[in-house]
């Protein structure tokens, strides 16, 4: 059966698609809903553990997610989109050489098959507050979940349940032109042009080296 993506662009590295995962921190979750494929969008932590990494990730108790996870532990897959864009052929030196070149879209993203349980109700505070701490230090902020009352915290966590997500298989993809290794130079300068998103898909070209 051919890989795909093909080799080129995928990785099982486990600690590679973790890195995509903790730089986007956001996800898509895909899952069986009475035998109907179903998503829903929920942020994550990564944590190591003695028995190796976990996904963490907390969600409203009305999510479709956390009646299924109320049965019994869930299996589903975790994506997180680092970033995407559409690559022209009018950036290729080729296209002048002979013409030979198509558009493309480039992109980068990490996948996990989990399996998913619901976190005891004492775990939930403890689990807030590091997620807290993560995405508060992703934007350079000090907000903590100290600093909201007792009794306001204690009200909204009886709305929401934590989750977590024990790691089966993991992949990570990055697709950067690099079946074109002459043109990268081009392709960068392209995505370094382009609108917010795709400037981010610039970033990456760095960290593939």
């Given at each position: 059966m051919p890989i795909y993506p093909p080799k080129l662009f995928h990785s099982d590295d486990l600690g590679d698609a973790l890195a995509i995962a903790e730089a986007v921190r956001f996800a898509n979750v895909f899952f069986q809903q009475a035998e109907v494929p179903t998503v829903v969008f929920l942020p994550f932590i990564t944590a190591q553990e003695d028995s190796g990494p976990y996904l963490y990730a907390h969600l409203l108790r009305s999510n479709p997610l956390f009646a299924e996870a109320r049965?019994?532990?869930?299996?589903?897959?975790?994506?997180?989109?680092?970033?995407?864009?559409?690559?022209?052929?009018?950036?290729?030196?080729?296209?002048?050489?002979?013409?030979?070149?198509?558009?493309?879209?480039?992109?980068?993203?990490?996948?996990?098959?989990?399996?998913?349980?619901?976190?005891?109700?004492?775990?939930?505070?403890?689990?807030?507050?590091?997620?807290?701490?993560?995405?508060?230090?992703?934007?350079?902020?000090?907000?903590?979940?100290?600093?909201?009352?007792?009794?306001?915290?204690?009200?909204?966590?009886?709305?929401?349940?934590?989750?977590?997500?024990?790691?089966?298989?993991?992949?990570?993809?990055?697709?950067?032109?690099?079946?074109?290794?002459?043109?990268?130079?081009?392709?960068?300068?392209?995505?370094?042009?382009?609108s917010t998103d795709r400037r981010r898909l610039a970033d990456w070209f760095e960290r593939v080296g």
């Open positions: 049965q019994g532990p869930v299996t589903a897959r975790v994506v997180f989109n680092a970033a995407d864009g559409y690559l022209s052929p009018s950036v290729y030196d080729e296209k002048k050489a002979s013409g030979k070149v198509v558009p493309t879209w480039n992109y980068v993203a990490s996948q996990f098959l989990v399996q998913i349980e619901i976190i005891p109700d004492d775990a939930l505070e403890p689990l807030l507050a590091r997620q807290v701490a993560a995405f508060e230090g992703d934007v350079g902020s000090d907000w903590e979940l100290s600093d909201a009352p007792d009794d306001y915290v204690a009200g909204l966590k009886k709305m929401i349940a934590g989750l977590r997500c024990r790691i089966i298989e993991a992949h990570a993809h990055k697709k950067l032109s690099q079946n074109r290794t002459a043109e990268l130079g081009n392709v960068e300068a392209w995505f370094e042009r382009q």
